[in-house]
């Protein structure tokens, strides 16, 4: 294998990460193009009929959040033991791609097979791209921290490009053109990883563990052809599972089902293994669990943006700047705008002994969460009289979240590896992956709850305000709450922690 040093280098780094970059920018492009109308053609389209198309809109939106995060635990899985990261990648986006463009069919059998197949293709690309940036660096290469910076850069872009042109398409020429450019996005990424391969510029990296093995034949298929058959064959199974969104019990369908199911085994899991642990790792991995509890918590709330605060900004907002999917940019944009002066901020009190540690940060990162939900709550009292709030509210909550998602995102992924026993960090990281996934089952909890019922396409107005801003005063509770515990408990989580920082 090549080393850095004697590859061609781009502003000091590797040139393969620039090819990763602009793989991952426009991946992250069609995924969070099509995001950002998810929920909007739901309500008018897909669920049109429906006087409950909020309620049913909330459990698919929940239901594709929890799997899409859900299946990248399993490729991965089977990318470090069968297939390689590179046959993994071109697999996924070429799945993804298939799964925007069967969105521009308008039939609702098709509208759930193409999630499908954005769920399964999204569990092959994105763990092992992310994982490829990794082994353009030697270990202890000073240069791989601002590597993943370049790299996760480029994740922000996309998302702020993508909600801008795919919901300027979709308001100005129908919405199957929005999900078309998505899925032009996902093949021009593809593009440039195809490029950097052919070029030569990864070495040998990304390749299957065993070729052999790939190639060993079982039923008269090559395993690696097998991979490929049950990924095709596993959509209709998964669309399955998102059509059958009417509740079983209670207000639980089939996945929410599935994933409390999950989350049992897991914590049943857990319990056991904290009991086999010696005590001093003990300590340190149930504050790994309190992070990821933590976090679960806070993407619960910031998932919102995709579903509840895009209905929100629909029919409530005063949309004079941009239209309701396009809101969905504002976050990426403040990544953008505050990642470097926030990291700045870290060095500058680090280099004072000032800088906080990592359960203080999470506790200010549920306070800043807490406070943009609050300035939502409060918009009412600015309403004008057909019920619509002015955009600087929701440019304000944005403003905040995103700076809560800085205070947290960064340092929950290092720390997780740093305080878990090194024979199950594996299993640890892909119980932190897993947060992401048991995230949407809040999201569409609070989805449920704040459903508006109507046979009216254009509702809005002063109830459906109430409605909303009422449920955003909880979401400010809980978090504010949850926050102040974080920072109370913070000089116990410190010592528990010991040398992890």
């Not at 697999?91 to 308008?106: Q, R, S, Y």
């Not at 921290?145 to 996760?152: D, K, L, V």
């Not at 709450?481 to 989580?493: E, K, S, Y």
Request: some cysteine.
């Amino acid at each position: 294998m090549d080393t850095p040093h004697q590859e061609r280098q781009i502003l000091g780094h590797p040139q393969g990460l620039f090819y990763l970059f602009f793989a991952e920018l426009w991946e992250r492009f069609s995924f969070y193009g099509m995001r950002a109308l998810l929920s909007l053609y739901m309500v008018n389209v897909i669920f049109e009929a429906l006087v409950e198309r909020d309620f049913a809109t909330a459990a698919v939106y929940s239901s594709y959040g929890s799997l899409v995060y859900a299946s990248t635990v399993i490729g991965g899985r089977i990318s470090d033991s069968l297939i390689g990261m590179r046959k993994s990648i071109f697999l996924g986006g070429i799945l993804m791609a298939i799964g925007h463009f069967v969105l521009a069919i308008e039939n609702n059998v098709a509208f759930f097979l193409a999630l499908s197949f954005i769920i399964v293709g999204n569990g092959f690309f994105k763990p092992n791209i992310s994982t490829f940036v990794g082994t353009l660096y030697k270990d202890g290469d000073p240069r791989k921290e601002s590597g993943f910076t370049i790299f996760y850069m480029g994740i922000n872009i996309g998302g702020w490009a993508a909600p801008l042109l795919c919901g300027w398409l979709a308001a100005t020429y129908g919405w199957h053109y929005g999900f078309g450019l998505a899925g032009i996005g996902m093949l021009v990424g593809l593009l440039f990883f195809w490029s950097g391969i052919r070029k030569g510029v990864f070495g040998d990296r990304g390749q299957a563990p065993d070729q052999a093995v790939v190639d060993a034949k079982f039923a008269g298929v090559k395993r690696g052809n097998w991979v490929t058959i049950l990924a095709f064959l596993a959509a209709p199974v998964i669309a399955l599972l998102l059509s059958s969104y009417q509740p079983i019990y209670d207000d639980q369908n089939l996945v929410n089902i599935i994933f409390k199911g999950i989350g049992i085994f897991i914590l049943v899991y857990l319990a056991y293994i904290l009991y086999q642990v010696t005590a001093e790792e003990r300590k340190k991995l149930f504050v790994a669990i309190l992070i990821t509890l933590f976090m679960t918590v806070f993407w619960g709330f910031h998932e919102l943006s995709g579903s509840v605060i895009t209905l929100f900004s629909a029919r409530n907002v005063d949309l004079t700047i941009m239209s309701a999917a396009q809101t969905n940019s504002l976050n990426s944009m403040f990544i953008i705008l505050l990642a470097i002066p926030i990291s700045m901020m870290w060095t500058r009190l680090a280099k004072r002994g000032k800088n906080p540690r990592t359960p203080y940060k999470f506790g200010m990162g549920l306070l800043f969460a807490g406070l943009s939900f609050y300035i939502l709550s409060i918009s009412d009292a600015s309403a004008n009289e057909e019920g619509l709030v002015p955009f600087s509210y929701l440019f304000i909550m944005y403003f905040l979240i995103s700076v809560g998602e800085l205070f947290m995102s960064p340092v929950g992924l290092s720390k997780i590896t740093d305080l878990s026993p090194k024979r199950i960090v594996a299993f640890v990281m892909g119980v932190w992956f897993l947060s992401s996934a048991f995230a949407f089952q809040v999201v569409g909890f609070i989805g449920k709850k704040l459903a508006i019922e109507s046979s009216d396409a254009q509702v809005g107005g002063f109830e459906t305000l109430s409605v909303y801003t009422e449920g955003f005063e909880l979401i400010a509770i809980y978090s504010l709450a949850a926050g102040a515990l974080v920072l109370i408990g913070a000089p116990i989580i410190n010592k528990l922690m010991g040398d992890v920082h």
